[in-house]
């Protein structure tokens, strides 16, 4: 089937994709809506990756995770 994700950053994600690789595997068709900004939601062949615009830049979101 046809799965919609809109996942959140951290580490709900890295568990999230696991389940999505599997279900990839399986043959559904996976679409994540993620923001253009984001720590860790990246893009995978697995799935679609559909972004949304932030008010807030890549830089600043890799400069507070380093703080």
């Known amino acids: 089937g046809k799965l ?3 996942p959140q950053d951290g580490s709900h ?3 999230m994709r696991m ?3 599997k279900l990839w595997e399986k043959g559904h068709e996976i679409v994540a809506v993620v923001p253009d ?3 860790l939601l990246k893009s995978s062949q697995s799935f679609t990756i559909k972004t949304y615009s932030v008010p ?3 830089e600043f ?3 507070y995770y380093q703080k």
């Open 37 to 39: 900004a984001a720590l």
């Open 4 to 6: 919609l994700v809109v």
């Open 61 to 63: 979101v890799d400069q």
């Open 13 to 15: 994600w890295l568990s």
């Open 56 to 58: 807030y830049t890549q």
């Open 19 to 21: 389940v999505l690789e």
